[in-house]
């Protein structure tokens, strides 16, 4: 089973700073690897895909860069809404397999 | 617009049963592969089963294996997993998802599975 692991597990930063969050395989999942944004009570949301492409309607400040084992996505300048959970999927191998999640929340 | 709409959770006591459903519309269900992923309470997401379009290929966690069956009904666009044998670690919110073969590209709201005496 791959496993993902995702770094921090909790980020505090104010609105307009730059986040970056981090996600490790254990074995290369080549660039087969999807983010998903979570706001409480509701169902994940497809943030990027293939590592890298932005799904319809995210906007540009959201963008996911890596391949092989490890990769990044970054919010350029928070807003308001972007306060919540953001995991990484691996659609390389089954089972499928999801990280852990970074919280990113309100210094 | 696509739709997926989950229903049948609710408490069930250890070794229980359940079948939870999805019904999907705004798109040709039998053409998709479809998913269920859950997520227990407070917890991350962890991927269930798969099913392929005409329902003749499916997959499955370890930890559901033997336990949990995905089946699918085109003719009534909709998505069922019946789930015998319920242990505590099967609480939950359960979402079915619909696949693009790289990515989730929509989801349910969820239902809650419950499993406590």
């Known amino acids: 089973e791959i496993v993902l692991t995702q770094s921090p597990v909790t980020l505090s930063l104010s609105p307009g700073e730059r986040a970056t969050l981090s996600c490790r395989a254990s074995?290369?999942?080549?660039?087969?690897l999807v983010w998903y944004q979570q706001k409480p009570g509701q169902a994940p949301r497809l943030l990027i895909y293939?590592?890298?492409n932005r799904a319809t309607g995210i906007p540009a400040r959201f963008s996911g860069s890596g391949s092989g084992t490890d990769f990044t996505l970054t919010i350029s300048s928070l807003e308001p809404e972007d306060f919540a959970v953001y995991y990484c999927?691996?659609?390389?191998?089954?089972?499928?397999?999801f990280g852990g999640g970074t919280k990113v929340e309100i210094k | 617009e696509v739709q997926l709409v989950e229903s049948g959770g609710g408490l069930v006591q250890p070794g229980g049963s359940l079948r939870l459903s999805c019904a999907a519309s705004?798109?040709?269900?039998?053409?998709?592969?479809m998913y269920w992923v859950r997520q227990a309470p407070g917890k991350g997401l962890m991927w269930v089963s798969a099913?392929?379009?005409?329902?003749?290929?499916?997959n499955y966690a370890d930890s559901v294996k033997g336990r949990l069956t995905i089946t699918r009904d085109n003719a009534k666009n909709t998505l069922y997993l019946q789930m015998n044998s319920l242990r505590a670690e099967d609480t939950a919110v359960y979402y079915c998802?619909?696949?693009?073969?790289?990515?989730?590209?929509?989801w349910g709201q969820g239902t809650l599975v419950i499993v406590s005496s």
């Open positions: 099913i392929n379009t005409d329902g003749s290929d499916t």
């Open positions: 999927h691996q659609r390389s191998d089954w089972p499928l397999t």
């Open positions: 293939d590592a890298s």
């Open positions: 074995q290369s999942v080549g660039s087969y």
């Open positions: 705004g798109f040709t269900f039998s053409g998709y592969w």
């Open positions: 998802a619909r696949d693009t073969g790289r990515y989730f590209q929509h």
